[in-house]
Nanobody, 121 residues
Framework: QVQLVESGGGLVQTGDSLRLSCAAS????????MAWFRQAPGKEREFVTA????????RYADSAKGRFTISRDNAKNTLYLQMNSLKPEDTAVYYC??????????????WGQGTQVTVSS
């Protein structure tokens, strides 16, 4: 079992930045590939970005490229998502997930409870 707890969400304005964190506990964090997904009201869960277990490989959704950066600190058992130039369409609940590498949510076995990000125009 891996327990994941997200933090860092909030209400910001268009163009602002936020950094989300995901603290992991339980099984060895460094054994898992990690990802961020998001879900807006009335929409399906959407892949944002993923990072391999050692951090050497990353993948981004087109909506995140050039604005978001995923990183991890295996010594601190923590995953990060730096979000810059935020837009109203980034408004969603953001979830971190642990599992196999990829953009398909079914590849991920463990999920956090989510943190709300709201971007006002």
């Amino acid at each position: 079992q891996v327990q994941l707890v997200e933090s860092g969400g909030g209400l910001v304005q268009t163009g602002d930045s936020l950094r989300l964190s995901c603290a992991a506990s339980g099984r060895t964090f460094s054994n898992y590939n990690m990802a961020w997904f998001r879900q807006a009201p009335g929409k399906e869960r959407e892949f944002v970005t993923a990072i391999s277990w050692i951090g050497a490989g990353t993948r981004y959704a087109d909506s995140a490229k050039g604005r978001f950066t995923i990183s991890r600190d295996n010594a601190k058992n923590t995953l990060y998502l730096q979000m810059n130039s935020l837009k109203p369409e980034d408004t969603a609940v953001y979830y971190c997930a642990a599992g196999s590498f990829g953009s398909d949510y079914r590849k991920y076995e463990y999920w956090g409870q989510g943190t709300q990000v709201t971007v006002s125009s």
